[in-house]
C-alpha cells in the first residue's frame, strides 16, 4: 500500500532544514515509486497471462 506523504512534506514546509524529515520523506517516495513498480509489473503480467489464454482457448478450437 502507497505510503500518505501529506503530513512529511506539510512538516518540511515548516521545517526543510529537518535532516531526518527529509530521511523519511525520500524513504516514503522510494516505497511509493517500489509499490508502483511492482503493481505495474503485476499489471502486465496477468495481462500477458489472459493473452495467453485467449490464444490456447482460440487455438483448442
Known sequence: MKKDLSKLEA?????????QGV????????HNFEYDFNLNIKRKR????????MEKKHDSN
Do not use: G, V
Open 46 to 53: 496477468e495481462k500477458m497471462n489472459s493473452i495467453k489464454r
Open 11 to 19: 512538516h518540511l514546509e515548516r521545517s526543510p532544514t529537518d535532516a
Open 23 to 30: 530521511i523519511s520523506l525520500l524513504k516514503a517516495q522510494s
